[in-house]
């Protein structure tokens, strides 16, 4: 069984930065792609970014150039940076990591108000 622990979700002005972190339960350096989802009230749950074991990225066109992706494998973590957040990114973020299946986390909610 693999957990994902996420935190540093919070509330923040707009145009201000926060870090996600997913902690793993299990090495990720097996896990084949790893990354971070939201979901808004009302919305759909929609990828922000991945990452896979390799290193390469994917971002959502509405993050890109302010969010970045990265991983840790030595304290099996991933990260998500988050700058020049706007109202439009208030939602939950989800961890996911797949190996054969993929795991989601709790998720964590991120306010973006004045």
């Known amino acids: 069984q693999v957990q994902l622990v996420e935190s540093g979700g919070g509330l923040v002005q707009p145009g201000g930065s926060l870090r996600l972190s997913c902690a793993a339960s299990?090495?990720?350096?097996?896990?084949?792609?790893m990354g971070w989802y939201r979901q808004a009230p009302g919305k759909q749950r929609e990828l922000v970014a991945t990452?896979?074991?390799?290193?390469?990225?994917n971002y959502a066109d509405s993050v890109k150039g302010r969010f970045t992706i990265s991983r840790d494998n030595g304290k099996n973590t991933v990260y998500l940076q988050m700058s020049s957040l706007k109202p439009e990114d208030t939602a939950v973020y989800y961890c996911?990591?797949?190996?054969?299946?993929?795991?989601w986390g709790q998720g964590t909610q991120v306010t973006v108000s004045s």
């Open positions: 996911n990591a797949v190996r054969v299946i993929g795991y």
């Open positions: 990452i896979t074991s390799g290193g390469s990225t």
């Open positions: 299990k090495t990720i350096f097996t896990f084949t792609l």
